[in-house]
């Protein structure tokens, strides 16, 4: 496994709020190679290589009586304890989720058809930042905060993710989509804080921190 990809993915007709970023493995760290902002779902198959590591940050299934799944249920009691607010956490079906969840469960698909050797992670990027220790006050000011933003990327750096405490400054989603390799990576190296495994067919990918 060489390269990692962190997808901060947004609903249909919003593909301006997509990040994705490009890692590969250097060492026992990883090198940023690219970091693209506004993705189609195009964009992201051609971002995505023929092997490696995805994390994606979007519902890659749904309960099918509506409402959270388990697994929801669970990250959502973890990020309490770790000072975020349980809203942090939503339904995959909610309103201000359910075309998110349209766009993860297809493009998830169309990754596992056309990069058929690709591991495949759902991912919750800022659960992951702070269930791993990241500043919480960063953590919780992430969308508002170019500061906070600045932080949590050269604390990114200091967990391994090369080349990310220099770049210029980034919205949200592309911090997001940074913290997602790391999620993945960490996930691929079976050294997550939290993880609901895959119970297919219903909901065919593991969802960890």
């Known amino acids: ?20 970023a490009v890692f590969r493995r250097e060492g026992e760290g990883l090198e940023l190679d690219e970091l693209v902002a506004g ?9 995505v290589p023929k092997s490696g590591v995805v994390g994606l940050d979007a519902p890659l299934s749904y309960s099918p009586v509506g409402g959270s799944r388990e697994g929801d249920v669970g990250l959502r009691k973890a990020v309490i304890g770790s000072g975020l607010p349980p809203g942090s956490v939503m339904a995959p079906s909610a309103p201000r989720m ?40 960063f953590v919780r000011k992430m969308k508002s905060d170019s500061r906070a933003r600045r932080g949590l990327l050269e604390w990114l750096e200091t967990m391994g993710l090369r080349g990310v405490g220099m770049l210029p ?10 913290a997602a390799v790391l999620a993945a990576w960490k996930w691929y190296r079976r050294e997550t804080v939290w993880i609901h495994e895959a119970e297919p067919p219903l909901h065919p990918y593991d969802f960890a921190c």
């Open 39 to 47: 993705a189609s779902d195009a964009e992201i198959l051609r971002l």
């Open 1 to 20: 496994m060489n390269r990692l990809v962190g997808i901060d993915l947004s609903g249909p007709g919003s593909a301006q709020h997509t990040s994705v």
């Open 98 to 137: 359910v075309y998110l969840t349209l766009r993860g469960v297809a493009v998830s698909r169309l990754i596992a058809k056309e990069r058929p050797e690709v591991n495949i992670v759902e991912v919750h990027p800022t659960a992951s930042l702070a269930l791993r220790g990241a500043p919480i006050e």
């Open 169 to 178: 400054e980034q919205s949200d989603h592309s911090v997001a989509a940074c």
